[in-house]
Nanobody, 123 residues
Framework: VQLQASGGGLVQAGDSLGLSCTAS????????VGWFRQAPGKEREFLGS????????IYSDSVRGRFTISREKGKSTVYLQMNSLKPEDTAAYYC?????????????????WGQGTQVTVSS
């Protein structure tokens, strides 16, 4: 399974940006998908995760209310809509497919990882 996160770029503080995560095959359609980010010199940080059906999503405190994860039930593409971006949101953003159908905050629960896409927010 190959995952590809896309949609990153350079934006200004307060702007919005949408990311996409697409799997090479439909493995992810029955699994939860999570979004993470990693800034230089920092550990990879959980942002949010969505169930296989798209009916349940969980978020970290740092992005709840600003970021939204969505997917169509049974589809391989998962989206991360980011609003009110801040300079501290600057990082490489990654998506990952979980081993189960339910959202998880734990990195160890994710089996497949995509290459990151860079998001840079200028002040």
């Amino acid at each position: 399974v190959q995952l590809q996160a896309s949609g990153g770029g350079l934006v200004q503080a307060g702007d919005s940006l949408g990311l996409s995560c697409t799997a090479s095959r439909r493995t992810s359609s029955n699994n939860a998908v999570g979004w993470f980010r990693q800034a230089p010199g920092k550990e990879r940080e959980f942002l949010g995760s969505i169930s296989w059906s798209g009916g349940t999503a969980i978020y970290s405190d740092s992005v709840r209310g600003r970021f939204t994860i969505s997917r169509e039930k049974g589809k391989s593409t998962v989206y991360l809509q980011m609003n009110s971006l801040k300079p501290e949101d600057t990082a490489a953003y990654y998506c990952a497919v979980s081993r189960s159908s339910y959202p998880s905050r734990e990195l160890a629960d994710y089996r497949y990882w995509g290459q990151g896409t860079q998001v840079t927010v200028s002040s």
